[in-house]
């Protein structure tokens, strides 16, 4: 995997490039602005980029322009966005139509450095991973039960039914037996041709979903079942 990093701090940017590398993965370009990770970019055709929501000259949203760009010139590619802050608004605009191979991590919640290389590579194998903390924002007032929120929250971290099971330790029938009530609540019926778990990533950011009960935001999802 080539993998290309926009991070102003320099630390960090070597940091992340010494971790990937160290995981197998060719890291091909290193910058600090948004306008360096367009032009390595299109340099080099990296199949991944992570990316710094805010970077120089304003530290608002230039990593996001940047990503948003990328993502509607060059589809295939997938896209890492790293935040200080939860800015859901940021990730709804950025997963927009597409959540596959997309993954908006806090920077201060990566705790794990074999986890974040795990989401790396599944946000570059075509799944999406989004900070717990970013769907927590909406989830509150949903419709959901306590417990829906919590599967659907690690739901939006890119597990699996079967890690999901483990890790509320329940069995994997109850998680399938609560992510069928989310769908049925946030209106997506059974549907053979399509992936509920992605479209239902879709719904949450897009803030679009049937159900009067669905808030303005999101989950995420890979598309593995």
Same mark, same amino acid.
């Given at each position: ?84 802050? %939860?800015?859901?608004?940021? +990730?709804?605009?950025? @997963?927009? /139509? !597409?959540?596959?191979?997309?993954? $908006? #991590? ?13 989401? %790396?590579?599944?946000?570059? +194998?075509?799944?999406? @991973?989004? /900070? !717990?903390?970013?769907?927590?924002? $909406? #989830? ?22 079967? @890690?999901?099971? !483990? ?59």
């Amino acid at each position: 995997m080539r993998v290309a990093i926009a991070e102003d701090l320099v630390l960090l940017r070597q940091s992340i490039a010494r971790l990937l590398t160290q995981n197998g993965m060719e890291v091909v370009a290193e910058t600090g602005d948004a306008a360096g990770l367009i032009d390595a970019v299109v340099a080099h055709r990296p199949d991944l980029v992570i990316a710094d929501v805010r970077m120089p000259p304003t530290f608002t949203d230039e990593g996001a322009k940047a990503a948003l760009l990328l993502r509607d010139r060059f589809p295939a590619i997938a896209v890492v966005m790293l935040s200080h802050i %939860v800015e859901p608004a940021l +990730a709804m605009r950025l @997963a927009a /139509d !597409r959540p596959a191979r997309f993954g $908006y #991590l806090l920077k201060d919640r990566v705790l794990d450095l074999d986890d974040f290389v795990a989401v %790396v590579r599944r946000v570059a +194998a075509g799944g999406t @991973a989004v /900070d !717990r903390q970013v769907i927590d924002h $909406y #989830l509150v007032g949903s419709g959901l039960s306590p417990r829906e929120r919590e599967v659907l929250g690690l739901l939006a971290q890119g597990l699996s039914n079967l @890690a999901i099971a !483990r890790s509320l330790v329940v069995s994997e029938r109850t998680v399938d037996s609560h992510l069928a009530s989310i769908f049925v609540k946030i209106g997506l019926p059974q549907d053979a041709d399509h992936n509920r778990r992605v479209r239902a990533a879709l719904l949450w950011l897009r803030g679009t979903g049937a159900s009067t009960d669905v808030p303005p935001g999101g989950g995420n999802l890979p598309s593995q079942a």
